[in-house]
């Protein structure tokens, strides 16, 4: 068992992604002793908009890549107390469309980070997964993602994040290297790349385009605001077992027409704004967590309600037209374009 006392030196990579940038905001401003080293290759989805409000000698960006071993060993320091690994590539559309940079990053990335981690003598690895390891649940409301759920991923994406817990696993039990894993549901909040379903509502939504709902709308998905999914892994990191997997869930379960109807209602937009179009491939029907563990062992709990967290979304996505303007621009439009075709109006 560890505490934060022991946690003054981390590095984190995918520091410049969107849940990422929210952990290294909430880690400096909860411990004033620790340092971050903020590891981030800068892909599409890396944005250094999402750091430029930290002005703190306590952060250092390193842009590199988790896939080259000499750039990590270069940025990880001796006496380093915990590695954080968030950087993946983290869209499931994407996945399908093209896997093989999900099996680099999310693969040989997390191997590499946790070869660095045994030679630099890392005090703790903690893995940032997903409850889409474990694939779909059935429409029962006794059926929830347990930390014993076997592995069942559905998509590439999912199968390059039970590969990389795999790994980790291995380097535990084989090297004894101190892991922890997390597997969380869906994120909403702030700073979200408008490829995911939230914030692609948002700025469909805003600027009275079409919002594109898969299938028949009644996926469901467990959301949680990302700062509550960042204090989780706080808990882990300083607290939790090593070897131990932690669910992190709010309980709060939602079909995506919900959500989207919950959004158009916020923002004083009509439902005619929603377009059913085809279906993913393979997708998932329904992810719900059971956070039993975390919140009885960790004593964790999330601080926003849906409302609340909702609210906070869509006021920054309101007063950061700019951001969402940028993310939007070049390659997004090359992605919308593949994704949605002419179904859906320009993105
Ligand atoms: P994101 O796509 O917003 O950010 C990923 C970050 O990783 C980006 O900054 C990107 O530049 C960086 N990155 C990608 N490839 C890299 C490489 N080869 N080397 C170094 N950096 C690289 O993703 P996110 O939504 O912030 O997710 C972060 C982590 O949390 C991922 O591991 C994801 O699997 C996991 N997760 C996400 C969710 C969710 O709802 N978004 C839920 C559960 C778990
Ligand atoms: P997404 O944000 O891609 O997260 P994940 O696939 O990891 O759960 O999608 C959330 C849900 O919304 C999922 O059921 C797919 C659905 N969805 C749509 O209906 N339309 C869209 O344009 C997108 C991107 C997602």
């Not at 411990?31 to 080293?37: A, H, L, N, R, Y």
């Not at 006794?142 to 994406?157: G, Q, T």
Request: net charge negative.
């Amino acid at each position: 068992m560890t505490d934060m006392e022991n946690m003054r030196r981390i590095f984190v990579t995918g520091g410049a992604g969107f849940i990422g940038s929210a952990f290294v905001r909430l880690l400096l401003e909860e411990f004033p002793s620790c340092e971050v080293v903020n590891f981030d290759a800068l892909t599409y989805a890396g944005n250094l908009d999402n750091l430029k409000e930290i002005q703190d000698g306590r952060h250092r960006f390193v842009r590199g890549d988790i896939c080259d071993p000499a750039a990590v060993l270069a940025a990880l320091e001796e006496g380093t107390d915990c590695l954080v690994n968030f950087a993946a590539e983290s869209h499931v559309d994407r996945s399908i469309h093209s896997a093989a940079e999900f099996v680099r990053t999310n693969v040989l990335g997390t191997q590499v980070l946790l070869d660095a981690a045994r030679a630099k003598g890392v005090g703790r690895f903690v893995q940032v997964s997903t409850d889409e390891v474990m694939g779909s649940l059935p429409e029962r409301d006794d059926a929830f993602f347990k930390e014993s759920s076997p592995f069942e991923p559905n998509s590439p994406y999912s199968a390059s994040k039970a590969a990389a817990e795999h790994l980790c696993r291995a380097a535990r039990h084989t090297h004894g290297t101190d892991v922890v894993l997390t597997r969380c549901g869906n994120n909403y909040g702030p700073r979200q790349f408008p490829e995911k379903f939230l914030p692609l509502m948002l700025s469909n939504a805003m600027r009275d385009l079409p919002i594109p709902v898969y299938g028949d709308g009644r996926n469901v998905r467990d959301w949680i605001f990302v700062e509550d999914h960042c204090r989780a892994i706080l808990a882990v990191m300083s607290k939790g077992r090593a070897g131990e997997v932690y669910n992190i869930g709010a309980r709060n379960e939602r079909r995506n027409i919900e959500v989207a109807e919950s959004v158009l209602d916020a923002l004083g937009k009509p439902r005619t704004l929603l377009q059913f179009v085809k279906d993913r491939p393979g997708h998932d029907r329904r992810y719900a967590i059971d956070p039993a563990k975390v919140e009885t062992e960790l004593d964790w709990r999330p601080r926003e309600t849906w409302e609340s967290g909702l609210q906070k979304t869509i006021r920054w996505y309101q007063e950061n037209a700019e951001w969402v303007e940028r993310a939007r621009s070049g390659a997004y439009r090359d992605y919308y374009q593949k994704q949605y075709g002419q179904e859906v109006g320009a993105g």
